[in-house]
């Protein structure tokens, strides 16, 4: 028996269609959004230093695995912002704690990364302290 074509509604788009509205949410939240700005800055910073302190390739995996959690949940995080603002403009409480648990789930992913940075960076930053006042 010959299936039956598929309603223009159940079709999908094409692959890199979907591609297209992931990076155009991405873009489109970096470009509104303080909090990604500011995660971003700081990724770009553990870079730099991950670079000069030159950190194992484990501690690189690490540091990119963390990068895309905290900007992960920050894509989130906005997405539930803006569904919330959608559906009501009245101060809910379902609707502040919506808001409020996406945000704790940011910090809370933020806090234990710099925890990971410190136990990371710390050792580094010491002996290369160490190093200095030792040629100074």
Not at 101 to 115: Q, R, W, Y
């Amino acid at each position: 028996m010959p299936s039956k074509p598929k309603k223009d509604a159940e079709r999908k788009d094409p692959l890199y269609k979907s591609f297209s509205y992931a990076l155009e949410g991405i873009f489109s939240c970096i470009k509104k959004e303080r909090n990604i700005k500011i995660h971003l800055i700081f990724a770009v910073l553990v870079i730099l230093a991950g670079i000069i302190l030159g950190i194992s390739i484990t501690e690189w995996c690490i540091c990119f695995t963390l990068f895309g959690l905290i900007l992960s949940l920050e894509l989130v995080n906005t997405a539930v912002e803006a569904v919330v603002d959608l559906v009501t403009e009245e101060r809910k409480p379902l609707a502040k704690l919506a808001k409020d648990t996406a945000a704790g789930a940011v910090l809370i992913a933020a806090i234990m990364a710099a925890i990971v940075g410190c136990i990371i960076f710390m050792p580094k930053l010491v002996q290369l302290v160490k190093i200095l006042t030792d040629v100074l």
